[in-house]
């Protein structure tokens, strides 16, 4: 029977505990069931080295796995003897178990731990507990690997007592001596308040559980609902475009036929005329023949005689309107077709703003708030640039159309319905829907401010000024300081200086911040109004000592304080 254990014991997996099944064996020379070692270097796959159960000896890469056949020769031969099984009381300790701590030899797993006695019993050492009325106040838990922690440090005596002075547990010793006066307990009375609370705690942790539960239900319902919104607008929008194409293709197979019709009704014409201005040479040829002849004829009385017989010839009607008639073919249609497809640019780009401010506006449950430092706005960077046909004409743009600035003499003569004409203001091409930010680096007196498009451009009245109608929001920078300004009702701001402001759009949420930029960012004014169109980024100067000047520029994905100070010098390395 002993020589039958110790065999079972040699071929038993250490992991599962059981008769080695598909034995393998690694390169330390320990051997395991095949599935057992997988999953476990499964479980170390992540750290790039793999290791072995018992003697943690690593290999690098992962070893390949054979069956070894001698091993599993070995474990049916012992199978054949009746031994399949273990005895119920041999369930040996494995590496993540708690042994007892009275088996000699190979440990059994424990099934409890003293208080008491601290230390850990398999069934068959943990009976004594049971049957002797010595050990009948010992306190019994489940196996615990951590009993050595309830032992003092300093007297080696079990600590039963709480200090709740130094909110720590402690021995008796302790408690006549280095703790003594202070606030104690049983370390059980404490263990009792402090379970009180963490039943509170818990209750609290599981409604915060049912909470979030709900609300990932509702995100999963709304991630649903959002993707068959979007997989239906997607098909529905195909259609709407393949309709539009097929009609362009329409109108394009409509002119192509048109064209080729008319081509061929003028065509006719025009070789029915050549056709009788042949025939008419033909006839004039062979009037010219017969006068030719009887001019050559040497007989004075034949020549009288022939003469009255020549018929008269006919007018033409068709050479002289051939000569003084303009040619016109089918340039004017070219330059229709073109009018049209011009036509078509602006309604799509009309319309694709439109869309595009839709699609920002699809609402879900979620809603970001407005970040809280430099880095969380530069998620939101966008690069602006100004629209030349809106500048008025003493404001020079130049690197790339973001940078403006004021000259006392016009830069263009050119006019266009989109100019500011008396305002030294300027708008930027893009519209801005969604999230945006950008910055203003500035000089002089400027008004840093966003506005509709259809803002007045013509005239000196308050429907064009930045900030002076229901439009248009401005931010009036100084050395003296800031004003805000919309639908001309200007609020002065207090704020600390600096050269350059940041400005904080979200359109669907109807927030418009302005912040003063330095090392730090400090808010100087923030709106929350609801937007009814696509804004513009817009620019108002004031021709302060004939030189001032506005970078609109593209922010860095980082800010580094020691590196972007704010300088012209430093402004210019952004670009």
């Given at each position: ?127 004594p507990h049971y049957d002797s009325a010595a050990f009948k106040k010992h306190k019994l838990v489940e196996p615990s690997k951590n009993l050595q922690e309830n032992i003092c440090s300093r007297h080696d005596e079990v600590m039963k007592m709480f200090c709740r002075t130094d909110q720590k547990c402690i021995c008796l010793i302790c408690l006549m001596e280095e703790h003594k006066g202070h606030d104690t307990v049983s370390a059980a009375a404490e263990r009792t308040e402090r379970q ?112 009255p017989s020549l018929s008269a010839l006919s007018e033409s009607t068709h050479s002289s309107s051939i000569k003084i008639r303009p040619l016109s073919y089918f340039e004017d249609v070219t330059a229709a077709v073109s009018e049209l497809r011009d036509q078509l640019q602006d309604i799509l780009r009309d319309a694709w703003t439109n869309i595009s401010l839709r699609l920002t506006e699809v609402d879900v449950l979620l809603s970001e708030p407005e970040p809280k430092s430099r880095a ?200």
């Amino acid at each position: 029977m002993e020589q039958n254990q110790l065999d079972r014991e040699t071929l038993s997996c250490s992991i599962c505990l059981d008769l080695l099944k598909d034995p393998v064996t690694i390169p330390c020379g320990h051997s395991y069931c095949m599935k057992c070692i997988k999953n476990f270097w499964d479980e170390e796959d992540h750290k790039g080295i793999h290791s072995c159960p018992q003697c943690r000896e690593t290999f690098t890469p992962r070893p390949v796995l054979k069956k070894s056949t001698m091993l599993a020769a070995l474990v049916e031969q012992l199978k054949k003897t009746g031994l399949q099984a273990a005895p119920a009381d041999l369930c040996y300790a494995g590496p993540e178990d708690v042994a007892c701590d009275f088996c000699s030899g190979r440990k059994l797993k424990a099934i409890k731990s003293c208080l008491v006695c601290l230390a850990s019993f398999c069934e068959k050492h943990l009976q004594p507990h049971y049957d002797s009325a010595a050990f009948k106040k010992h306190k019994l838990v489940e196996p615990s690997k951590n009993l050595q922690e309830n032992i003092c440090s300093r007297h080696d005596e079990v600590m039963k007592m709480f200090c709740r002075t130094d909110q720590k547990c402690i021995c008796l010793i302790c408690l006549m001596e280095e703790h003594k006066g202070h606030d104690t307990v049983s370390a059980a009375a404490e263990r009792t308040e402090r379970q009180r609370e963490l039943e509170v705690r818990r209750e609290n942790i599981q409604q915060r559980i049912q909470d979030r539960e709900k609300d990932v239900k509702l995100l999963q319902q709304e991630l649903e609902a959002i993707k068959h919104s979007a997989d239906k607008t997607v098909e529905d929008s195909e259609k709407i475009f393949t309709q539009l194409i097929r009609l362009i293709q329409k109108r394009s197979s409509d002119v192509k036929q048109q064209i080729r019709s008319q081509q061929e009704t003028e065509g006719s014409r025009v070789k029915e005329l050549q056709e009788k201005l042949e025939q008419e040479i033909t006839e004039l040829k062979r009037k010219d023949a017969e006068l030719k002849q009887l001019s050559d004829t040497e007989d004075h009385n034949q020549f009288l005689h022939n003469y009255p017989s020549l018929s008269a010839l006919s007018e033409s009607t068709h050479s002289s309107s051939i000569k003084i008639r303009p040619l016109s073919y089918f340039e004017d249609v070219t330059a229709a077709v073109s009018e049209l497809r011009d036509q078509l640019q602006d309604i799509l780009r009309d319309a694709w703003t439109n869309i595009s401010l839709r699609l920002t506006e699809v609402d879900v449950l979620l809603s970001e708030p407005e970040p809280k430092s430099r880095a969380g706005f530069l998620r939101y960077s966008c690069e602006i640039t100004l629209d030349p046909n809106t500048a008025n004409s003493r404001l020079l743009l130049s690197e790339g159309n973001r940078k403006v600035t004021f000259m006392n003499q016009p830069q263009s003569d050119s006019s266009h319905p989109d100019r500011f004409t008396d305002y030294l203001q300027v708008l930027s091409r893009e519209s801005l829907t969604g999230r945006c930010y950008w910055e203003v680096e500035r000089r002089g007196i400027v008004y840093v401010a966003v506005a509709y498009k259809n803002i007045s451009r013509t005239g000196e009245g308050n429907e064009c000024l930045f900030g002076a109608n229901d439009k248009s929001w401005a931010l009036y920078c100084s050395q003296g300081g800031y004003k805000f300004g919309h639908n001309n009702i200007w609020t002065s701001i207090s704020g600390p200086g600096s050269s350059r402001v940041g400005v904080y759009l979200d359109h669907r949420a109807g927030i418009l911040s302005f912040y003063s930029v330095s090392e730090t960012m400090t808010l100087l004014h923030r709106v929350q109004t609801t937007f009814t169109q696509p804004l513009h980024a817009g620019v108002f100067m004031q021709p302060v000592e004939n030189t001032a000047e506005l970078l609109l520029i593209p922010t860095p994905n980082t800010f580094n304080p020691t590196l972007d100070r704010l300088t012209r010098t430093d402004t210019q390395t952004l670009f």
